[in-house]
């Protein structure tokens, strides 16, 4: 880098699902100095450090209830706000990114109040508090569903998707043992509200292997019985980080339905069922995934009505019918962008240029 690369700030935290399209964001801006802003708990320890200057702050998320946590948490967040006015004045910073989340509010306001350019990337079909409230003050607000614009009226707005890791745009070998003929049922309980999902289809999976399927069962690392279901055609492992190619090879997938998720699904063709998690601030999960269902490129359960039973047969349906998975392979790619992070850079680049 030289002292006249553009600078950029990243404001992303947390979970994945705000990581990962950032990161794969940052990898096309090369010529950039990039600066993170995280928390000092979160999954960007692990990820950022080792690519990019990692700044924290003590943001943390507003409570339901007023009281002296409440107090607290408004402390630390206008503190926050001056720690990053402090981190763009020292790094001479020239725009700001983020992926949304509670750690974007001070990142959208110091940017504000140094006058220069934020662009939010909201995933998720209902957008989050922050995107709602402090859009305004964005320069872009860029979606992972076109429908979103609908709750941003008054914001400039452009879909771009939501953006995947490198490698799930190329072809990816696996390093499990799987036979080449066999179906392969992957399942992705996500990082909350893993239990339920796990239980139905530890109940379930016998019928599937009786049809020669085999099982990857991506079970989190809060489940209490990971080890009850023993059997050679299921493979338990807490996460994978090859999912791009577990997915490319996935004949279906049983997921939950974040946002970066279902992209990944949606860039790999894979078919699924999915099973929102019910606990999702205002119930975003569903709604991403009807997005899904409405096109026909998922079947979607709502988690109370759902059945070991039902999902057992609805599965073994599916697995019978290549005619259907097909079809629901074709309707997913269209919901996918595959260069949505190249988009999402050069609106990056075009905000620096200003």
Not at 61 to 70: A, E, H, V
Not at 77 to 86: C, E, I, P
Not at 102 to 126: G, T
Request: hydrophobic share 45%; with cysteine; net charge neutral.
């Amino acid at each position: 880098m030289t002292k006249t690369s553009p600078r950029l700030l990243i404001a992303a935290s947390g979970t994945g699902g705000h990581l990962f399209p950032a990161l794969a964001v940052a990898e096309k801006l090369p010529n950039y100095q990039i600066e993170w802003l995280g928390v000092s708990d979160r999954l960007e320890q692990t990820l950022v450090p080792d690519c990019y200057t990692l700044h924290t702050i003590p943001i943390e998320g507003f409570q339901q209830r007023f009281g002296l946590k409440t107090l607290q948490i408004t402390f630390r967040f206008l503190s926050s706000v001056f720690q990053v006015q402090k981190i763009i004045k020292e790094k001479q910073i020239n725009a700001v990114f983020t992926t949304g989340g509670y750690i974007a509010a001070p990142a959208i306001l110091a940017a504000r109040l140094q006058k220069i350019p934020a662009v939010i990337h909201e995933s998720n079909f209902i957008p989050g508090k922050v995107t709602r409230f402090l859009s305004r003050w964005c320069d872009t607000v860029a979606l992972g569903f076109a429908g979103t614009a609908q709750y941003l009226p008054k914001v400039d707005t452009v879909h771009v998707s939501t953006p995947v890791r490198s490698q799930f745009l190329t072809s990816q070998s696996l390093d499990l043992d799987i036979p080449q003929d066999a179906p392969l049922i992957v399942v992705i309980g996500g990082s909350q509200g893993a239990v339920a999902v796990n239980k139905l289809v530890r109940e379930a999976a016998s019928a599937w292997f009786e049809l020669g399927a085999i099982v990857v069962h991506l079970t989190g690392k809060n489940d209490p019985d990971v080890d009850s279901l023993q059997h050679p055609q299921y493979i338990c492992l807490p996460f994978y980080e090859n999912m791009a190619g577990l997915l490319q090879r996935a004949n279906l997938a049983i997921s939950r339905a974040g946002a970066g998720t279902l992209t990944e699904l949606a860039v790999t063709k894979t078919p699924a069922i999915l099973i929102p998690y019910p606990y999702a601030a205002e119930d975003h999960q569903a709604y991403n995934a009807q997005v899904f269902a409405d096109v026909e490129a998922a079947i979607v359960y709502r988690q109370e009505q759902l059945t070991a039973n039902i999902l057992r047969d609805r599965v073994l349906e599916l697995l019978q019918s290549p005619t259907q998975l097909e079809k629901m392979s074709e309707q997913t790619a269209t919901l996918a962008i595959a260069e949505s992070a190249e988009r999402l850079a050069e609106i990056v680049k075009t905000m620096v240029m200003k």
